[in-house]
């Protein structure tokens, strides 16, 4: 993801985070090549759930309305 | 800056202030001028780098190259990170293989910009030379700015931070853009860098300046004899509407900001966190940008570093990121003592990890030497580790003191050494240096300026960066983030993706907000009554970018210098777990689909 793009806000539903995560891949499958890489959550991307960095085994944790779940790239400069 | 009128049907309308100033006969001139196209308007490099292209410039270091200290539209407003200060000119260190320097320009926040705008000056213009040392003091008054060139000869010889506390003392409500010792010794030290000062520093005394340090800048601001700019204004009463707080709190808790915010904060903690993540592919820089198949970059990781030290994020003006990740001294009682350095991804890489060096208090002695003396952190890192590379290949015939990698106390010595502007060897950075010993091949700089903390075979869009690889082309973490290696994808990244990172190089704003182009829009509509829709100000800075390119070739920069060190092409290194892609057919055939997009867009442009 490069800066033209970020932050690209979009509404999602479902119950778990897994339901949101598989809804984004569904509309756009570039973010799911960039989110999975064989098989498991590529590592330079992180995912912050209401401000908590969760990991894939996370992926089953309850969301509700409102809940705010952020896709951000790990590399940064500086 | 002033604006007439609330839309842009007349861009004339908008004016800035503009102070020129020849040094040669001292004379000080300010300007309204009035806009001529949007890049003006939004200001920033994108307005500098047009009066840059008026001026016929063969060498960095002659008179008729200006030095544009310039804001963006924001710089100065109440929007959380609108501090940035531009400094502009032909680079002492970027330089095209036919020998002409390449336009340039280094940012800072701090707090000095936003006083320079509220003293009434939008942009300096430094012309000529001064025959002696010299200050310039711009002041705000009830009559316009008051501006004055006074002698610095008490300051020479101070490092950058101890002739901001001289300064300090003589005016109170003021802020400053100094240089060190490195940009003093010009002749020597071509990656001097400029210092602006922070309340933080002010009123603490500690060293936390903000650095604009890429391109030499602060060696320019030596050539020149300005050894100082001293902004004097008061702060203005600010009070914040019900959107712009909405603003500022999206800056300060949103997705925009996280990597740069503490952990406790929903954030990363810093671009330190590079560390964590770049490990996993073994690809953060080590030994000259050659990861080996064990590497130690983790043994700087900020966990391993706070077990002997306290890390305390502390911040610009304003501003609720706190990205400045300043290390302690860790009393026995584990709270904080001394301040000893601050550690952000690039200086801590390339003074460290990257030259062998895996000891926390040996980085942090270097880091706040490197500061101490005003150099910038990543010419200085990479040109030492160019030459710790070299005498490890030429054990008959090494350089300089025979410093290997790891050796601390002897790049100690060439760090001090190059910062006191004697030894020209380092100083004039990596480019020459390699040019001079005919081992260009692992010399790791594009167009003269040295590597970020990104291997260059992970980012062919170094090559098309115009001011330096991880702050002007957003390609550097591609690679481990998307995997990608086909041509198509490289092509689409540069040429309609990672250029867009200038934005804030024009606007005002830091990077570290990543603030999104609607509610950009927002801010500057709120806080200048111009209203500009995104796709203009995406258009504005493509313009910027392309006329940056435009200017290199201007300057003669031709295929040869679009390269990338030559011997990543040559010889993969196998432990690095990113995939291999770049050969010279490959960049062949980047650069041309690439600069078939650009050089289109600038026959248009530039005609």
């Not at chain 1, 509309?27 to 498991?40: A, R, Y």
Request: proline share 4%; net charge neutral; aromatic share 8%.
């Amino acid at each position: 993801m490069t800066s033209d793009e970020l932050p690209l806000e979009i509404q999602l539903k479902g119950k778990q985070i897994y339901d949101c995560i598989s809804e984004i891949s569904k509309q756009s499958p570039e973010i799911h090549n960039m989110l999975w890489k064989d098989g498991h959550v590529n590592p330079q991307i992180l995912m912050f759930h209401n401000n908590t960095l969760i990991r894939e085994s996370d992926f089953n944790n309850s969301v509700r309305t409102g809940d705010v779940l952020d896709i951000i790239p790990a590399i940064e400069g500086g | 800056m002033s604006v007439v009128k609330n839309n842009l049907s007349n861009i004339n309308d908008v004016t800035y202030q503009q102070c020129v100033i020849n040094l040669t006969n001292s004379t000080i001139k300010v300007h309204q001028r009035h806009c001529q196209n949007l890049e003006e308007v939004l200001g920033g490099f994108a307005r500098a780098y047009q009066t840059l292209a008026k001026h016929d410039v063969d060498h960095a270091y002659s008179e008729n190259n200006p030095l544009i200290v310039t804001t963006g539209l924001l710089t100065g407003t109440p929007i959380m990170t609108g501090l940035r200060t531009y400094f502009c000119s032909y680079s002492p260190l970027k330089v095209s293989n036919q020998g002409r320097p390449g336009a340039m320009w280094s940012a800072a926040s701090g707090k000095f910009g936003s006083k320079l705008r509220w003293t009434g000056i939008d942009e300096i213009v430094f012309e000529g030379r001064s025959s002696t040392p010299v200050l310039l003091h711009v002041k705000q008054s009830e009559h316009g700015p008051e501006i004055n060139l006074i002698p610095a000869d008490d300051y020479l010889g101070k490092s950058s931070h101890e002739k901001i506390l001289l300064l300090q003392k003589q005016f109170a409500d003021s802020h400053f853009a100094v240089i060190g010792e490195a940009g003093e010794h010009y002749d020597k030290c071509f990656f001097g860098s400029v210092a602006c000062s922070t309340e933080n520093l002010l009123k603490s005394g500690d060293d936390k300046c903000r650095w604009a340090g890429r391109g030499g800048m602060g060696s320019i601001m030596g050539y020149k004899n300005i050894i100082g700019i001293i902004a004097d204004a008061r702060d203005p009463k600010i009070s914040l509407t019900g959107e712009l707080k909405e603003l500022n709190k999206f800056i300060a808790t949103g997705p925009g900001s996280r990597k740069y915010r503490e952990i406790k904060k929903g954030g990363l903690g810093g671009t330190w966190s590079n560390y964590d993540t770049l490990s996993k592919l073994n690809i953060v820089p080590e030994n000259n940008f050659k990861p080996p198949a064990n590497p130690k970059a983790l043994q700087l990781a900020r966990q391993e570093v706070e077990k002997d030290f306290v890390v305390k994020a502390e911040n610009c003006f304003r501003c609720a990121i706190a990205c400045h990740k300043n290390i302690y001294e860790k009393t026995t009682a584990g709270k904080h003592g001394k301040f000893l350095a601050k550690f952000d991804y690039e200086p801590l890489n390339l003074l460290s990890t990257n030259l062998g060096i895996h000891d926390s208090r040996q980085a942090t002695e270097l880091v706040a030497l490197c500061d101490r003396y005003g150099m910038d952190s990543i010419s200085a890192g990479a040109t030492l580790s160019f030459v710790l590379d070299y005498n490890q290949r030429n054990p008959d015939a090494p350089l300089l003191n025979n410093a290997r990698f790891g050796d601390f106390e002897l790049i100690r010595d060439l760090l001090i050494s190059v910062g006191q502007g004697k030894c020209l060897e380092l100083g004039q950075g990596v480019k020459r240096l390699s040019e001079s010993l005919n081992s260009t091949d692992y010399a790791m700089h594009v167009k003269g300026l040295e590597l970020p903390s990104y291997l260059p075979e992970t980012n062919p869009g170094y090559i098309w960066a115009i001011a330096g690889g991880h702050m002007s082309m957003q390609t550097y973490g591609l690679l481990a983030a998307e995997g990608e290696t086909n041509l198509d994808y490289w092509e689409n990244v540069i040429v309609n993706k990672g250029l867009y990172m200038v934005r804030d190089d024009i606007t005002g704003i830091c990077k570290f907000s990543n603030l999104d182009g609607q509610r950009l829009t927002q801010a500057i509509s709120l806080l200048t009554g111009i209203n500009i829709s995104e796709d203009e100000i995406k258009t504005t800075v493509r313009h910027a970018f392309l006329r940056g390119i435009w200017l290199e070739k201007k300057q003669g920069f031709n295929d040869s210098d679009y390269e990338l060190p030559a011997e990543i092409l040559k010889m993969q290194n196998e432990n690095v777990k990113t995939p291999s892609f770049l050969t010279e057919k490959y960049l062949k055939e980047l650069k041309k689909r690439v600069f078939s997009h650009f050089d289109e867009e600038i026959k248009k442009l530039c005609a």
